[in-house]
């Protein structure tokens, strides 16, 4: 098969195209033939050397998510997937390539609506969206929540999690076009950060209560506005470092309002915890993009002969939603 291949470190010039040898369903798992696989900022990260890939999952195929369609399935399978199913879902890594397994338990089954490049943009965006508001950070229906990046996979996606809740929808951005664009995916108050200073638009927002949640993508430089930004008793959920991954905090601002900082990852999680959020995101999230009330954003489409193109998209900080691999 088919398969994007990371040959030494570095930037997009690492990338190929190569013929791998295709995995085969063992046991409790799946063969799914791979349609869509959107990147991620992991992918740079691995292509560059510092964001090594875990244990069991191949350390040369970037990619975290994908839409596809079931082929085989492994001896011990008893769940309700069949061959011919249509499927997205995360994975570690590997997803880059025309074939992959994974448990069946972490698949969810694509809308009719969606085709699958459309599909290939949901998984991971919609997942740790979901997961970092609504099981880490205990958002709640008619709370205000702060999204940093509010332009990117997550930040769209969280943004229209989101408002389908009934929340009142602060984000950030360095630019305003991209705020102006996610107005119409549910942003009621946009707030543009080219500077790194937010909390006083954040509090005039909220009437100086500060925000319920926090989801902060943006990591070490926006630590020290989120403490001014965060309501008492509000949950800081980190879910990427754009800025960095060191900063000093203080933990008077903490303490004077009860705060709790949160820190999350999906791809180095046990395979029980990513079977929890693929079954809440399948319970919640893939109803509303049957109706919807949610839908993938997508930023750019390439073929996977384009890898480097892509990776070249992703790394110019130009994009608003996903750019997708048609494999």
Not at 7 to 20: F, M, N, Q
Not at 38 to 58: H, M, S
Not at 219 to 245: D, M
Request: glycine share 10%.
């Amino acid at each position: 098969m088919k398969a994007v291949v990371i040959k030494g470190k570095g930037g997009p010039e690492v990338l190929e195209i190569a013929d791998v040898p295709r995995p085969e369903p063992r046991g409790e798992s799946v063969l799914v033939r791979v349609h869509a696989a959107a990147l991620n900022r992991a992918d740079l990260l691995q292509a560059r050397g510092v964001y090594p890939a875990p244990p069991g999952v191949p350390a040369d195929i970037p990619g975290l998510e994908f839409a596809g369609v079931v082929e085989a399935l492994g001896p011990d399978v008893h769940e309700p997937i069949q061959v011919g199913d249509r499927v997205f879902g995360i994975v570690a890594g590997g997803a880059q390539a025309e074939y992959l397994t994974t448990h069946p338990r972490t698949l969810a089954k694509i809308p009719d609506a969606l085709d699958f490049e459309a599909a290939g943009a949901v998984p991971e965006a919609f997942m740790t969206a979901h997961d970092a508001l609504t099981t880490l950070g205990g958002l709640a229906s008619g709370e205000s929540v702060l999204i940093h990046a509010a332009g990117s996979g997550v930040g769209t996606a969280a943004v229209q999690i989101a408002h389908a809740m009934g929340c009142t929808v602060l984000g950030t951005s360095r630019t305003a076009d991209k705020l102006d664009r996610a107005k119409d995916l549910g942003l009621d108050v946009p707030i543009v950060n080219p500077s790194g200073e937010f909390a006083e638009a954040v509090l005039k927002a909220t009437h100086g209560a500060g925000v319920a949640v926090i989801l902060d993508l943006l990591g070490a430089k926006a630590l020290g506005e989120n403490l001014k930004a965060i309501a008492k008793r509000g949950r800081i959920v980190e879910v990427g470092l754009l800025t960095g991954a060191k900063g000093e905090i203080d933990l008077n601002a903490l303490l004077a309002r009860r705060a709790t900082i949160i820190g999350t990852t999906l791809r180095a999680r046990p395979l029980e915890e990513k079977i929890e959020a693929a079954r809440k995101f399948a319970a919640q999230v893939v109803p509303w993009l049957e109706r919807g009330l949610v839908k993938p954003v997508l930023d750019s489409t390439f073929p996977l002969e384009d890898v480097r193109k892509a990776h070249e998209r992703v790394a110019s900080n130009e994009v608003f939603g996903k750019v997708v691999l048609r494999v």
